[in-house]
């Protein structure tokens, strides 16, 4: 069960990766290039799932970005 914060909740990169539909390993590369926030909960990462909202709001469409001509 994640951690409870005022609003918010915490998520292990498991739950995470369960919440985006991505697969685990994906989250924590995600986390590691710094597209989303964790923190450092002993050994484990954990984010905010208002983070996972944030991600999918501002994320960008797959491949490169179009070349303005």
Do not use: H, W
């Amino acid at each position: 069960m994640p951690l409870q914060t005022k609003n918010d909740c915490f998520l292990t990169t498991a739950e995470a990766a369960d919440y985006l539909g991505f697969a685990e390993d994906t989250v924590r590369r995600y986390v590691y290039r710094g597209l989303i926030e964790a923190q450092k909960l002993g050994k484990n990462l954990v984010v905010l799932r208002s983070e996972c909202d944030r991600y999918m709001t501002e994320k960008r469409g797959p491949g490169r970005p179009k070349e303005n001509p």
